[in-house]
């Protein structure tokens, strides 16, 4: 069964750190490109970070990138974001998804398997 799980989440003080966990079962990471996406209350969900099925590539929102970092374990089908320098405006629940297409994308449309997310509120 095609399966993501997300975990990490938490409640953190700006300017903290998270590292959030996207476990994957029935597939490897090895054939597919794996997503981080957030909704935040109110808002549409958009793309934060997407890395390759080599992870040879990454790709980032222009605001998160220098502060969130996308990598993966590929003996434990796992895939991180380290999140640094953390702001209220990071208020969401993430998810990760597995991408459809080809390269890399931050596109909702391209993804599949959506895991149940997981909450991060960035607040003092």
């Known amino acids: 069964q095609l399966q993501l799980v997300e975990s990490g989440g938490g409640l953190v003080q700006p300017e903290g750190s998270l590292r959030l966990s996207c476990t994957a079962s029935g597939f490897t990471l090895d054939y597919y490109a794996i997503g981080w996406f957030r909704q935040a209350p109110g808002k549409e969900r958009e793309g934060v970070s997407s890395i390759s099925s080599t992870g040879d590539n990454t790709h980032y929102l222009n605001s998160v990138k220098g502060r969130f970092t996308i990598s993966r374990d590929i003996a434990k089908n796992t895939v991180y974001l380290q999140m640094n320098s953390l702001k209220p405006e990071d208020t969401a629940v993430y998810y990760c998804?597995?991408?459809?297409?080809?390269?890399?994308?931050?596109?909702?449309?391209?993804?599949?398997?959506w895991g149940q997310g997981t909450q991060v509120t960035v607040s003092s």
């Open positions: 998804a597995r991408q459809l297409v080809a390269g890399l994308s931050l596109t909702e449309a391209d993804f599949d398997s």
